[in-house]
């Protein structure tokens, strides 16, 4: 196991440091943009972008790429929802997510507001339709920035603090450990664990605010691809 990690994390650490913090700023822009980010795996990328990270300096500049790119995809999303919405909405593509889900994300920003921007975040598809659904609202960009800035800020810091941390701990003890690869990944894999744990409860405790009445549920019914 730590022959294949050196491998993978010498490979990895041996990308320039600049490229890596340029992908994985571009991975998160395009994983908070509407439509693309529902099938483009940042937060792999943002992993392994981490464990090459070899001190504060590097760590602080990912940590701003990744900030940056989150939220120039959202602020994307809001632009296109400002001026597209409805366009997009009932596209082709936009029809592919479902009737459903747009309602749900329309339902659930009337019902919680703020928050909503905040917590979607942490939920999957409205993590790209909120921005979208936000822009088409008629809520302030500013409004929207102060609840986005700190969900995304809460996310980029925690994975690549992650990262880092589990690759820095894996270097110093692989030489003396050789079962330091398993503890490697049994820290990634937990903190995945914690990760989809937090989004289920996050999941459990907004169902209300997700759910729709009769009358949405005709509305999204009544929408046929």
Known sequence: MNEILDWLLGTVQAVDPVVRVIVAG??????TSVLVGLVVPGDSIVIVAGTAVDNLAEGTWLVLAVLVGALVGESIGFALGRWLGPRIRFSRAGRLIG??????????????????????????VLHSLVPLTVGMSGFAYRRFL???????????VAYVSVAAAA?????????????????????????LVLVYIAKRVISAREARHLELDDAMEGRADDVKD
């Open 146 to 156: 102060a609840w986005t800035v700190p969900a995304c800020t809460v996310w980029s």
């Open 99 to 124: 009737e459903r889900n747009w309602v749900r994300a329309e339902l659930y920003l009337r019902r919680r507001g703020g928050p909503a921007i905040f917590l979607s975040r942490f939920l999957p």
């Open 167 to 191: 690759a820095e701990g894996y270097r110093e003890l692989s030489d003396s450990l050789h079962y330091a690869g398993y503890l490697f990944v049994g820290i990634i894999a937990a903190f």
């Open 26 to 31: 571009i991975a998160m822009m395009l994983e």
